[in-house]
């Protein structure tokens, strides 16, 4: 079974691996689109790539897979082995959520540029990629809209 995560980008999360809660204590092996990434123990975890990992909330050491610092590049599917006997865990497919900034030369364009009460307003929004798609809401505050510089507030 598959299992689809979606994960901020520069976040931290951890994998369980399950297979080495069953018998007694056990090694397993994780791994990223079928490449070995680390290895586990019943009582030890694994940081991706040896990042550095500092919590309030250290993860108990049961064999979890720890990706801090959450990068495009750790998109992907992990699973554990356990080494012993074979035992596979559910994957989990990485898909690492992001918002790309508007392009430092471009900005929204608001056409009336200066409405008045009760005028429509469109908005053209420079092209921008995210996962997932993004969606806006716009919310009137106090039937008021601000004006600073050129800038909505």
């Not at 397993?28 to 070995?36: F, L, N, Q, V």
């Not at 049961?62 to 554990?80: H, K, P, R």
């Not at 900034?101 to 307003?121: M, N």
């Amino acid at each position: 079974m598959n299992v689809k995560s979606l994960i901020c980008r520069h976040s931290t999360t951890a994998l369980m691996c399950e297979p080495i809660f069953t018998g007694n204590s056990g090694t397993a092996k994780w791994y990223r689109d079928g490449i070995e990434v680390a290895n586990v123990t019943s009582s030890s975890n694994a940081v991706l790539l040896n990042r550095s990992y500092h919590s309030e909330q250290p993860v108990p050491d049961v064999g979890f897979l720890i990706i801090t610092n959450i990068s495009m590049g750790d998109q992907g599917e992990y699973w554990c082995r356990r080494d012993d006997t074979g035992q596979i865990s559910e994957s989990v497919r990485l898909v690492i959520a992001y918002v790309d900034q508007f392009p430092s030369d471009s900005r929204p364009v608001f056409k009336p540029a200066r409405p008045s009460l009760g005028e429509r307003v469109i908005a053209h929004c420079p092209p921008t990629r995210a996962i997932p798609s993004p969606t806006v809401t716009w919310i009137l505050v106090k039937n008021f809209l601000f004006w600073l510089d050129d800038d909505v507030l």
